[in-house]
């Protein structure tokens, strides 16, 4: 296996296991993410701040698990890096520690993408 086939392997699966866990937790319980979501987008949104989580949580595992089995490698790394991109300036807004952690996932994913 060559090294960016290792470097590559390497984020998938990190970025990848991140997803799944945030996701799963986001279905079980999603109280304990609604902060993360600026009091005017729970005023706009069609749905209950849990429900919207609930399907965000399915994006997420969906999205991590398709990044982790390598399967369409450079669709899969874009629609992650797009999904990362989308919620960091949330949780950039809860805490800035936050939203540094989820941009260098950005970053991380698109290294990525550039590798493909």
Known sequence: MSDQAIAELLIRLSVGIVMVIFGLTQIKQPQKWVHYMPAIVRFILPLQPTTFLHIHGLGNVSLGLLLMSGLAQPVSACLALAWWIFVTPFAAYY??????????????????????
């Open 95 to 116: 805490d800035w520690t936050v939203g540094l952690r989820d941009f260098a996932i950005s970053m991380a994913l698109l290294a990525l993408v550039y590798m493909y």
